[in-house]
Structure formats: C-alpha cells, structure tokens
C-alpha cells in the first residue's frame, strides 16, 4: 500500500492513519471509553516518538489550564487520553482542546469545529498549492496587492539592497521591522533608526535571515483607543461560492500590555463581528481562553463596539478576493486609518482558532457548505 494514500500530515508529521482499521476503532472510541483507551494504545505503538513528544506538550498544557484557575473535570490521566484521542480523532491540537471547551462536548459536538490539523485539507480544497507563494513571502504578497497597502513597503533579501535601505530610513526613520516569511506576529518590532545607525542596523538584522521593512501605520482615532500601543485590525476571511464573494467569521484583534501587534497568539484579545451589521457580538477572548468584556488595559467595552466604516470593509475585502485567481479562501488583515482602510497582510492559510474561540462556536458546516 502507497503509505501516502492513508497518512495524513500537517506538512511536518504524521497524525493520523485513514484506514479502515482505524477508522472502526475510531467510531467504537466516540462510544466507549475501553475503546478510547485501545484508540490511543493504537497510536502509541504506531509511532512513539510522536506520542511521547505529544505527551510532553499535554502535560504543559494542562498545567497551564490549571495555572489560570481551570478544573479539570475528570482525572489528569483521563484528560490526557481524551486529548490524544481528540488529536487523532478529530485533528484538534491540544491547545484546541481547552480553548473549545472540548472536555464537555460529546462527539457530535467536537466534531462542529475546524480544528488545527484538518485545516489543510480545506485550504487544498480551496485553493491552489501554486498561490501559496504569494501569501507565504511578504515581498510576492506586496507585488500583487500594492495598490491595497497604503504605506511604503521594503523586502530585503541581499546586501546589494544596503543603499536602497538607507534610503528608506531617511524617508521613514519610525519603522516596523518584520522577519519575511515569519507569521502570528511572530519577530515583529518597532524601531527608530536613525542614519548614521542604518547601515549597522542593516548588516546585524540580515545576518538573521530576509526582512521586511515597513512604513508605521497610523490608525485612525475610533480603532486606536482600544490599545494606542498596538495597530489593532480586522481579521475579514473571504470564501468565494458560486462566483460570489462571501464573508466568513470575521473578527477584531486588538492589542494588550505592551505589545506592538495585535495578534491573538501574542498575547492579543480577538472577538467575532456581526458580518451583517459590523458590530462587535462576542466577548474578547484570548489565546489563554481568557474573556473580556472590556478591554483590561483602556476599559473600552468590545461587545457592541460598530466597526467604523463597515460598508468600506465588505467592498475592500471583496475587490482583494478577485486579485488572486484560483483562490477561493483567504484571511485579509486590515487597519484603519485617517484614510480608510489599508491592507496589512492576506492568509491563505490562516487558523481557524482565532474565528471560532471567542463565541466557542464551530464554524465547519458553514465552511463546508461555502465550499
């Protein structure tokens, strides 16, 4: 047998065996927790590394969740089954399994999410493997979607690029420094560079890999009094069904503390917005499964915040859907500024985590019936 025909993988790992063994035993695990026990055996003897490396992770996890003040509601060494079973099971990756709550929900109820590990196969149902390059490289994304971005935009890849740098710094000393295929706001920072500290500046930070630099954007007064410190954005995934675009799940991310980004992995709070009327509907959640019904830091309510500008945000979101062809999803990130709203990244392969945490509502019947 072609293992390839019955692994799934993430583009790292192995995580699950579709065959018909395992998906029997799969469906006798949903009933009885003998055969649950005998499903996670099963893994474990396909593939120790993978399951003892697993388990290190579990247990950080669950300490965590009891850090925050979480009451398991069944013994450690059940909940350690029961979150590899639902890795197996239904691709939820364990930081998945506290955020929805899935130690309460039964199968029918876990299996309404979209979780991690079975992202991949929307996207390759959606879109093409080819367009993941535009997406995945800041400087390809730029290319196509310039005439969106609303601010100055450098990809530096070489040292033949040091003038060209320089000369950025000088029309914009106050810049956002990113690494260029870097993602969740990961290695982000904000920097000012004067000339004279430019050329060093551009030889340490090419010693670390590609780079991006960016123009700040300055957010416009209604989106910055949530969090000054941070660019504070809409996340608008776009599905387009039958030739129309849709809009799916959007949400706020809004920063917290000192953060310059406002992503809901780097210590960022997300909420869901009415896609009808552009009105915040959920409290702010964040990536600990905290909730906010204020913002900790500013005190400004979240729930029944009205997005500014709505209107604009559905026609921009449906003019960058057409941009790219033979893609049918994509997360476009947006800020709004003193001139309305500017494109600050597209995801074509973005998590599902961030759409469905704050309402802890699965989102896969209304995807799969987009798609």
Known sequence: ????????????????????????????????????????????????????????????????????????????????????????????????????????????????????????????????DQNREIFDNKDRTYEHFKAFYGRDFLAVRSEEQKEEFVAFINRH?????????????????????????????????????????????????????????????LRVPTVIANGKVELFAPVIRIGRGNAVVDNGFAGGIVANIDVETGIVCSAGCNEKGERFIVHPDTKIPIIGFKIPEWESVVDLVKKLANVVSGNRYTGWDLAFTPNGYIMVEGNARGEFVILQMPNREGLKKKLCKLI
Not at 18 to 36: C, I
Not at 196 to 223: C, H, N, R, W, Y
């Open 173 to 233: 000393n106050i810049v956002m420094i990113k690494p260029l295929a870097s993602s969740g706001g990961r290695g982000v920072q904000k920097r000012c560079i004067s000339e004279e500290d430019s050329v060093p500046f551009f030889e340490k930070t090419l010693k670390e890999g590609p780079f991006v630099v960016e123009e700040v954007i300055i957010q416009a007064p209604e989106m910055a009094q949530f969090h000054p410190s941070s660019i504070n954005t």
């Open 1 to 128: 047998m072609n293992n390839k025909a019955w692994l799934y993988t993430d583009g790292n790992s192995a995580w699950k065996y579709n065959t018909h063994f395992e998906n029997w035993l799969s469906y006798r695990a949903d009933q009885s927790d003998f055969f649950k026990r005998l499903y996670v055996k099963y893994y474990r003897m396909l593939d120790r590394t993978y399951y003892w490396k697993g388990l290190q992770l579990i247990n950080k996890e669950i300490d965590n969740f009891l850090t925050r003040g979480g009451v398991l509601p069944a013994s450690r060494e059940y909940i350690i089954i029961d979150m590899i079973y639902s890795l197996h099971r239904f691709g939820a990756m364990f930081g998945e399994y506290f955020l929805y709550e899935f130690y309460n929900k039964n199968t029918a109820g876990r299996e309404e999410y979209i979780c991690d590990k079975y992202r991949y196969d929307y996207y390759r149902m959606m879109n093409i």
